[in-house]
């Protein structure tokens, strides 16, 4: 993590605490990462990622 990753977090929680939309923040509490970073994490239905995973291990 880099410092200034660190500074964004503490930013985007404090800014959150105060009243901000999560889905405003730049940065990803869960992953300690960047939004733009993680975001394929969240989007996909987890449904869809069983079927990856299935279709993966079935080869
Ligand atoms: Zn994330």
Known sequence: M???????????????DAGMHPDDRTTCHQHQDWAENCASKHS??????????TVRWGN
Do not use: F, I, V, Y
Not at 44 to 53: D, K, N, V, W
């Open 2 to 16: 880099t410092l200034s990753l660190a500074a964004a977090l503490a930013a985007d929680d404090a800014a959150e």
């Open 44 to 53: 996909r239905p987890s449904a869809e990622q069983m079927l990856a995973h």
